[in-house]
């Protein structure tokens, strides 16, 4: 089985300081890990993901995640928030088994932007 | 190129009606996804299709839940005797690969 925990469920920075969104997971098999993110009444866009390569992953709009596999964590960073940053965000975890698989997601941290 | 599409965006519905949600996958992809996502919760897995088939439908919450793929591209899901409790954003997704999942925009299910 497979489960994530992403603590907070509301992170609230100030705009151009760093972004952490905790993500841990547990997975009985290697994993492949997600950060997507929801924008209000939008579907879900995916920001990076980790596919068993670099334990660092750059993705999209200058976030990063690095896999921690002693710590079972997967964070998401960004140096510097911006206001179009604030939206929601999932993580998630899927079988690393090389074929199509179903994704497990944690409960969302919403996060809020100010000036 | 046009990504995943969902029809219909909103439906309402009365206490034990039946509902259709319908999903256009990505041209190609032989990998098709449902999930649900209930107010202020993550996304929680129904049903897969590789194909034609369903892969995995171990997410389906009960028998009143059913969804279909019969040429392998457009999926609809189905939903008898609807409740209160099955309210909630109904989004799809598909994928080629093994490790990316794209995602339609989702239906917006109210049952009153």
């Known amino acids: 089985a497979q489960s994530v925990t992403q603590l907070g469920s509301h992170v609230s920075v100030s705009e151009g300081a760093l972004v952490l969104l905790r993500c841990n997971y547990s997975s009985s098999v290697p994993p492949y890990l997600f950060w997507y ?25 200058g976030f990063e995640a690095e896999f921690k596999k002693s710590e079972t964590s997967f964070h998401l960073t960004k140096p510097s928030a911006h206001m179009s940053d604030a939206a929601e965000y999932f993580c998630a975890v899927s079988r690393n088994t090389g074929t199509a ?11 809020q932007v100010t000036l | 190129g046009a990504g995943v599409s969902q029809t219909p965006s909103n439906k309402v519905t009365e206490k034990g009606k039946y509902v ?13 996804y449902w999930y649900r996502q209930s107010l202020g919760q993550g ?3 129904l049903i897969y299709f590789q194909g034609t088939g369903a892969a995995d439908d171990s997410g389906l919450p009960n028998d009143r839940f059913f969804a279909v793929r019969p040429e392998g591209s457009v999926s609809t899901l189905k939903i008898q005797r609807t409740e209160r409790g ?18 339609g925009p989702g239906t917006r299910l109210t049952v009153l």
């Open chain 2, 20 to 32: 259709e949600l319908r999903c256009d996958p990505i041209s190609g992809h032989t990998a098709l």
């Open chain 1, 101 to 111: 698989s179903k994704l497990t997601f944690g409960t969302g941290t919403r996060l």
């Open chain 1, 37 to 61: 993110v929801q924008y209000p009444n939008q579907g879900l866009q995916l920001l990076l993901k980790y596919t068993s390569a670099a334990t660092l992953v750059k993705g999209i709009n």
């Open chain 2, 86 to 103: 099955d309210s909630a954003v109904y989004l799809c997704a598909s994928s080629a690969s093994a490790n990316e999942q794209f995602f």
């Open chain 2, 43 to 45: 996304p929680e897995f």
